[in-house]
């Protein structure tokens, strides 16, 4: 119930930011330095982030795995953007994302569900789940992967656990 009442408030927040143009100025005088240039008119990382906690709150129901995908989110993305800017290399095409990054993504992500989530989930899973929070971090789809890392990692983890009453398991 906090979460949802903490997610209410930020994105009240973020409405009236993008909607009144004096309280954005109120806004970004007081917390600017923590809003990209590119958010400044438009939602930011802070909301996403959110979203994307509140389906983990949603859809897992695992301590251990809620931290892992968690996890996942904020030392994944951070890994990715510090391994690109760091190791350098190449892009992956025309996107600004660096190879360097998706693979210190994974690396962290592999790391922390091997650690936080065996025995409960085999090696294949582990490795499926950390390939997820890669490919949304690098942006598979046209959405932010503040969001995205938890979403999706959360939705697999789901249909791993429930399978929608198939079985599935890897």
Sequence with gaps: MILVVFSLFVWGMEWARIRFSAFNQLFLSLLGGL???EERTKLSGVFWMV??????AILIKSPPLSIAILLYLLLGDTAASLGGKWLKGPHW???PKRVSGSLSCFIVCF????FLLRPGYNGTSIFIGALVATGAEYGM???NDNFL?????SLFFWLYDYGLGIGVRF
């Design 111 to 114: 790391f922390i569900g091997f």
């Design 35 to 37: 809003i990209r240039e």
């Design 149 to 153: 890392i938890p979403a999706l990692s």
């Design 141 to 143: 789809f046209r959405m």
């Design 93 to 95: 095409g025309q996107s």
């Design 51 to 56: 979203a994307g906690v509140l389906t983990i």
